[in-house]
């Protein structure tokens, strides 16, 4: 079946403006998660969400950084004004629910210029 | 605030040869992950564990809850095994070590 796909995996943009990235989680999965991995350095927790509970958000590093799901769909995570250091690999992944293994999208390349 | 800590940081092995990659945490977790991220930046999750052990195929792994720790290991390592290996403690979220770097040389 289809696994997490992410879109789109590249995106380049110029300092200061706003980029929106999409996850779409396996289907049936309750549980998603957004992580960034900036060049060179580990795996960073940004946000967690779990059904309709109220989302995880201890990970998002400023307030340009938010994150909504509808549901159990479709994820987006929203960068605005974005800075150099935003530039990172973005990695979304689901799981059945937060008792269960994760599984990883192919993550967005986004480079801040 | 979990401290995960990994070791070794780097790893360079001979085929076949018996690898052993350790994690330790700070905090009781709920659970542990163990994740392979290959060159091209793919993560893939190998286990989630959260008491005893685990195996699958030429990989195994164990943790310790009281001791807080961790193994992965790979018996008759192959240099496809080549990758980075992470460990991600889960409370809520997940904290990550900062990987193991494995290097299997035929």
């Known amino acids: 079946g289809a696994g997490v796909s992410q879109s789109p995996s590249n995106k380049v943009t110029e300092k200061g403006k706003d980029v929106e990235l999409r996850c779409d989680p396996i289907s049936g999965h309750t549980a998603l998660y957004w992580y960034r991995q900036r060049l060179g350095q580990g795996l960073e927790f940004l946000i967690y969400?779990?059904?309709?509970?109220?989302?995880?958000k201890s990970g998002l590093p400023s307030d340009r950084f938010s994150a909504e799901r509808t549901g159990e769909s479709v994820s987006t995570l929203t960068i605005q004004r974005t800075q150099q250091e935003d530039s990172a690999v973005y990695l979304c992944?689901?799981?059945?629910?937060?008792?269960?293994?994760?599984?990883f999208g192919p993550g967005t390349r986004l480079l801040v210029l | 605030k979990n401290e995960v800590e990994q070791s070794p940081q780097n790893l360079t092995a001979q085929e076949g040869e018996f690898i052993t990659i350790n994690c330790s945490y700070s905090v009781g977790i709920s659970a542990l992950h163990w994740l392979q991220q290959h060159p091209g930046g793919g993560i893939v999750s190998l286990f989630m564990?959260?008491?005893g052990k685990k195996k699958h195929g030429r990989l195994i792994a164990t943790i310790n809850i009281q001791e807080k720790h961790s193994s992965l290991h790979i018996t008759a390592s192959h240099p496809r095994d080549s990758a980075v290996y992470i460990c991600a403690a889960r409370t809520d979220g997940l904290t990550f070590g900062k990987g193991t770097h494995l290097i299997i040389q035929p």
């Open positions: 564990l959260s008491s």
């Open positions: 992944a689901s799981s059945l629910n937060n008792q269960e293994t994760q599984y």
């Open positions: 969400f779990q059904g309709n509970s109220a989302p995880d």
